[in-house]
């Protein structure tokens, strides 16, 4: 495969000429010393016979010394010529050697950005001078790769790298330029015919089927995916003029953005709106740090109530960003952004702190509970700053409740019972949220010290119509109780649902049947009207729906 294409440097033709220059004075010397040599050998050989035979006195001397003079010079001047060729072939080396490392990548071998855009520039210029040819630009992403690197280790991520890279050259036709341009990033320039762009989806297809089969490394099976984005030379041409390298990276750039946004594992063609949308998504990322220094996430308050009581318990906070230019944003829109962009630590940590003034005010038998990001999971030094946030709120560690989603649990098992464990011996509640919805096994519940577990919304809002839910809901509710863990159900919205979650015992509910999400401010004025007992208009329904043969809820 050609993956490089090698640029003299600027003075490679000047080092030439000295080398060459070198080389013929060196040999010149050589030519003369034995051209003397033949001369002065015709002068003394004679000689030399006649007084080996006796029929004279022998060469002169100043001829004699001249000959084996000239004999030193000739060894000595051959044996530099060849130390000289030796010397410039060793230097001929290194230097395409320094040329190889200023334009290749080290661990792959592919060529670099620089070398890469040059490569990719010369390619666009021979298509454009055809009718029928052009270039596509691939970019390749692999998908989660930064926590191979967190799991397993650089070492480990270096040699995925190059396993990585052995697939997308095998997907490849001869003539094709690869290169790393970044940490895990590839990109990828194919001239193909114009009229058959078919071609390259199939070679976009084979690189994604093929980056995704699980790879082997250091007996460790790891897999990984890849997000990629496509952009044609002759499509986005300005004046006639088709897109140079670097306007061909952008825009398989912005088409693999839209890969990864579309749920990864897949390629998308380059397509005019997708730079619209990058543009919205950076206006989205400029203003999430520039939200979290100004204090626009702010906390909002959903309650959690007895179902059986209809007793207020506490509330589980869900962050909302009320930004200036978009209006109140979900979490379901900012919180991946603010993962992708590192910054959600400090935007949850802000947050809990807000929370935890406001809960000091309501009456000390309500719970605050927190879902935290898996980002926030890998931080070894997690529990430290939750605890210091506590105590420089001065809320006591039993009202609070941490939450960690169920999906956490595959990543690094061991990371997360170290954090429990610190957690729990501060006081502090610990739920498994989204339960039924991960790959987490019973072995692993039963290792892991929960106090609660939380069924998804997902299962609850639907297991009045759905028997599939149903019987998810009921296998729950009967694990809880053979492991003594009190259950939550989230998402109830409706009557039907309330009713048959209340067939089971000491188990919570959460949902917009018991009202939306509020603010702290709606909040505040809301709990100095009712107490800590649950709205009268969902206590009416509890009530006529145990007077119908459950046991009665209490009502305050």
Same mark, same amino acid.
């Given at each position: ?86 010397? %410039? ?164 750039? %912005? ?188 072995? =692993? ?101 145990? =007077? ?9």
């Amino acid at each position: 495969m050609k993956i490089a294409l090698v640029a003299q440097p600027e003075n490679a033709g000047d080092d030439f000429d000295g080398d060459r220059q070198i080389d013929v004075i060196a040999l010149g010397i050589v030519t003369a010393a034995i051209l003397l040599f033949v001369a002065t050998g015709s002068e003394v050989g004679p000689d030399v016979v006649k007084s080996l035979l006796g029929h004279g006195p022998g060469p002169d001397n100043f001829i004699l010394n001249a000959f084996l003079l000239n004999v030193a010079i000739i060894i000595f001047g051959w044996s530099r010529y060849r130390q000289l060729c030796e010397e %410039i072939q060793l230097r001929k080396k290194a230097e395409h050697q320094a040329r190889r490392l200023a334009e290749t990548d080290p661990l792959t071998g592919f060529l670099n950005r620089r070398s890469f855009n040059d490569a990719v520039n010369m390619m666009v210029h021979d298509a454009a001078a055809t009718a029928d040819r052009a270039v596509t630009l691939i970019m390749i992403d692999l998908d989660n790769f930064k926590q191979v690197n967190d799991f397993n280790g650089h070492n480990t991520g270096d040699r995925l790298l190059q396993e990585c890279a052995k697939r997308i050259t095998a997907c490849l036709p001869a003539q094709a330029h690869v290169s790393r341009i970044g940490g895990d990033e590839f990109a990828v320039a194919v001239e193909f015919d114009r009229n058959r762009p078919d071609r390259i989806d199939g070679i976009a297809a084979s690189l994604v089927e093929a980056i995704a089969q699980s790879a082997t490394i250091n007996t460790i099976s790891i897999e990984v995916t890849a997000s990629i984005g496509l952009a044609r030379s002759d499509s986005h041409a300005k004046n006639g003029t088709p897109p140079d390298a670097r306007a061909l990276l952008e825009m398989a750039d %912005i088409a693999m953005y839209h890969s990864k946004r579309q749920g990864r594992n897949s390629y998308f063609w380059f397509e005019a709106p997708m730079a619209d949308e990058m543009r919205f998504r950076n206006e989205l990322e400029y203003g999430i740090r520039k939200g979290i220094a100004r204090g626009e996430f702010v906390p909002f308050y959903e309650q959690q109530i007895d179902l059986q009581t209809g007793e207020l318990t506490g509330f589980e906070m869900l962050a909302r960003w009320d930004s200036p230019q978009f209006g109140i944003v979900s979490p379901d829109i900012f919180i991946p952004i603010a993962e992708e962009i590192g910054v959600i630590a400090e935007l949850s940590e802000s947050v809990i702190a807000q929370a935890l003034e406001d809960a000091k005010a309501w009456d000390p038998k309500l719970t605050l509970a927190v879902n935290i990001s898996p980002l926030q999971l890998r931080d070894p030094w997690f529990a430290q700053k939750l605890l210091k946030i506590l105590l420089e709120a001065s809320f006591p560690p039993h009202r609070l409740e941490i939450e960690i989603t169920e999906s956490c649990l595959h990543q690094n098992l061991a990371q997360v019972r170290s954090l429990i464990t610190s957690l729990k011996n501060q006081g502090i509640t610990i739920s498994l949220d989204d339960f039924g919805t991960g790959y987490s096994s019973l072995a =692993q519940l039963r290792s892991l010290p929960f106090d609660r577990i939380k069924i998804d919304r997902s299962f609850v809002s639907s297991i009045a119509e759905n028997k599939d839910s149903a019987a998810i809901v009921h296998a729950i509710a009967m694990l809880g109780k053979g492991m003594d863990l009190p259950i939550t159900a989230e998402g109830i919205e409706s009557g039907d649902v309330l009713e048959q979650l209340l067939k089971y015992d000491k188990i919570k509910g959460q949902g917009y049947l018991y009202g939306r999400p509020r603010p702290a401010g709606e909040l505040a004025e809301w709990l100095g009207k009712i107490g800590i007992v649950a709205s009268g208009d969902v206590a009416e329904e509890v009530l006529s729906i145990t =007077q119908r043969g459950e046991p009665k809820a209490s009502h305050g």
